[in-house]
């Protein structure tokens, strides 16, 4: 038996070292959600594919700008319906619950222990509640709003319109205290009318705007992670942008007035890759934090198959020197 054993365990290195069996045993791509303001839906794709294109999830939503999941999944919808809301249902569409009275309520998005941030033009702030969605507290003051990202340490970065003002990004730790702010109040502000921040793996911040109204024109521009603008005019995209998220090297961004969502290569200088449509007015997208259901590599099958096999033969070889 100790012999058997000893085999196998080779022969399970063999098959890892041979690409035929993954040390991880799983294929996962990143799902997104994106929300379609006039459309009143709320559309799931692929980032590993966006050729494929959108599917419909959640459709009949007064107005929805944010959208976002929780650990277990479900999915959590502002809504601009009277008063404002944020809303829940179960990944298959079933509503749950919701928090009424949050106002005009524009990104949402989730820390890793579950706090679900948002933010709220009508009362100039972001706030936080919980999966329950009892309540609403105080998080950090703004200045309309609109756009928002939380990094894997928590930080929370904030896309602030400041209508009739310069605009700026304000990032703030998971305590409320204010880390870093992004702002540019010269000739020509690459800030100007942006609704849409994200951070990719390195920490620099990406910003899209609605069109300059210096020049008319619609750009994402780039800032170091310390806050220092790196390009103006980094990506012009030519349309009127949104929210955003980077997944790799990939920068997605949202065309609210096309109803496609546009991608573009950051290893390449934010060359254009391609877009999809989604539907009517996309305003802001999020990862799904709970991944698809884990599918084996194919070279796992094949794998199991010979180690079935492979430990049929050992049982036989025993057999026969019994005999």
Same mark, same amino acid.
């Given at each position: 038996?100790?012999?058997? /054993?000893?085999?196998?365990?080779?022969?399970?290195?063999?098959?890892?070292?041979?690409?035929?069996?993954?040390? #991880?045993?799983? #294929?996962?791509?990143?799902?997104?959600?994106?929300?379609?303001?006039?459309?009143? =839906?709320?559309? @799931?794709?692929?980032?590993?594919?966006?050729?494929?294109?959108?599917?419909?999830?959640? @459709?009949?939503?007064?107005? +929805?700008?944010?959208?976002?999941? %929780? $650990?277990?999944?479900?999915?959590?919808?502002?809504?601009?319906?009277? &008063?404002?809301?944020?809303?829940?249902?179960?990944?298959?569409?079933?509503?749950?619950?919701?928090?009424?009275?949050?106002?005009?309520?524009? #990104?949402? #998005?989730? !820390?890793? /222990?579950?706090?679900? *941030? *948002?933010?709220?033009?009508?009362?100039?702030?972001?706030?936080?509640?919980? =999966?329950?969605?009892? /309540?609403?507290?105080?998080?950090?003051?703004?200045? $309309? +709003?609109?756009?928002?990202?939380? !990094?894997?340490?928590?930080?929370? $970065?904030?896309?602030?319109?400041? =209508?009739? !003002?310069?605009? *700026?990004?304000?990032?703030?730790? @998971?305590?409320?205290?204010?880390?870093?702010?992004?702002?540019?109040?010269? +000739? *020509?502000? +690459?800030?100007?009318?942006?609704?849409?921040?994200?951070? %990719?793996?390195?920490?620099?911040?990406?910003?899209?705007?609605?069109?300059?109204?210096?020049?008319?024109?619609?750009?994402?521009?780039?800032? !170091? @992670?310390? &806050?220092?603008?790196? %390009?103006?005019?980094?990506?012009?995209?030519?349309?009127?942008?949104?929210?955003?998220?980077?997944?790799?090297s990939t920068l997605f961004v949202a065309d609210h007035v096309g109803g496609t969502i546009a991608y573009y290569d950051l290893a390449n200088n934010g060359s254009y890759l391609g877009d999809f449509s989604v539907g009517a007015s996309p305003t802001y997208m999020n990862f799904a934090i709970t991944a698809p259901a884990a599918v084996p590599e194919p070279g796992t099958w094949a794998a199991a198959a010979l180690l079935v096999g492979g430990a049929a033969f050992m049982?036989?070889?025993?057999?026969?020197?019994?005999?």
């Amino acid at each position: 038996m100790k012999k058997t /054993s000893s085999f196998l365990t080779g022969f399970l290195a063999m098959l890892v070292a041979a690409g035929l069996l993954s040390s #991880a045993g799983t #294929a996962q791509a990143a799902l997104v959600y994106s929300a379609n303001f006039a459309s009143g =839906t709320i559309s @799931s794709w692929n980032t590993s594919n966006p050729g494929a294109g959108a599917t419909t999830i959640l @459709s009949g939503i007064a107005g +929805p700008l944010g959208v976002a999941t %929780d $650990s277990s999944g479900n999915i959590y919808v502002s809504s601009t319906a009277p &008063g404002g809301s944020i809303r829940k249902y179960t990944q298959g569409g079933s509503f749950l619950t919701s928090l009424t009275g949050t106002g005009f309520t524009f #990104a949402l #998005a989730f !820390d890793s /222990s579950d706090n679900l *941030y *948002y933010n709220t033009v009508t009362y100039n702030a972001t706030y936080k509640t919980t =999966t329950s969605l009892t /309540s609403g507290s105080f998080f950090a003051s703004g200045y $309309s +709003p609109t756009g928002m990202f939380i !990094d894997a340490s928590g930080n929370v $970065s904030v896309m602030n319109v400041a =209508t009739g !003002d310069y605009p *700026y990004v304000s990032t703030w730790d @998971s305590g409320g205290n204010l880390l870093t702010s992004l702002s540019n109040s010269g +000739p *020509y502000d +690459p800030m100007d009318n942006s609704h849409g921040v994200t951070r %990719d793996a390195a920490g620099n911040y990406y910003v899209s705007n609605r069109g300059n109204t210096l020049d008319g024109n619609y750009y994402v521009s780039k800032w !170091d @992670s310390f &806050g220092n603008l790196v %390009d103006g005019t980094y990506i012009n995209t030519g349309y009127d942008a949104y929210g955003m998220l980077v997944d790799g090297s990939t920068l997605f961004v949202a065309d609210h007035v096309g109803g496609t969502i546009a991608y573009y290569d950051l290893a390449n200088n934010g060359s254009y890759l391609g877009d999809f449509s989604v539907g009517a007015s996309p305003t802001y997208m999020n990862f799904a934090i709970t991944a698809p259901a884990a599918v084996p590599e194919p070279g796992t099958w094949a794998a199991a198959a010979l180690l079935v096999g492979g430990a049929a033969f050992m049982r036989w070889r025993k057999r026969a020197k019994v005999a």
